[in-house]
């Protein structure tokens, strides 16, 4: 019930894109168990030293490196938290932030050739998709016409409606 409530609020008041501008070049592919493969989070291309903000208030939970890679993460209202990799961080471990406030600097080495920034988030410790989060609804793959890649109906080239590699949100 408490995840409902969560989930409803953020639908009212989605999060605030972390980078801009957000186009999405991985989406979230839960795993099937705990330890098996899949993406959890989504990946937002954008470029190297690229302001990360905070997607919504909370307290830094964790700033610095995991397995040799820069993480931030915040504990939002609720028990949510959101995590940010590769992030060069702005912010302590306890600090209060604020949304769209700047948490850190884009750095990269997610994916080799490219600069994304990796956003999770997890409810009650389990992963979920961050795009609902974001106030869009699941990516989904679109027909090609004419060689070109095409945007869902009534859904324009703008924040929260990004498309990539075949891919768009509606």
């Given amino acids: 019930m408490r995840a409902l409530a969560i989930l409803l609020a953020l639908a009212v008041a989605p999060w605030a894109w972390p980078v801009e501008p957000a186009v999405v070049a991985r989406a979230f592919d839960m795993a099937a168990g705990p330890y098996g493969p899949g993406h959890r989070g989504i990946d937002l291309e954008a470029a190297p030293g690229s302001a990360v903000v ?54 990269p080495g997610h994916v080799p050739g490219a600069t994304r920034l990796h956003v999770g988030a997890r409810l009650a410790g389990q992963y979920v998709d961050p795009l609902p989060l974001l106030g869009v609804e699941r990516p989904v793959l679109l027909p090609m016409r004419g060689g070109k890649r095409t945007l869902a109906r009534g859904c324009a080239r703008a924040r929260g409606c990004a498309q990539a590699r075949g891919w768009a949100v509606r």
């Fill in 54 to 107: 905070a997607p919504d208030d909370g307290t830094v939970r964790f700033a610095g490196p995991v397995a040799g890679r820069p993480v931030v993460s915040i504990e939002h209202a609720g028990g949510l938290v959101s995590s940010f990799e590769p992030v060069e961080p702005a912010v302590a471990r306890g600090d209060a932030v604020r949304r769209g406030e700047r948490i850190g600097t884009l750095l």
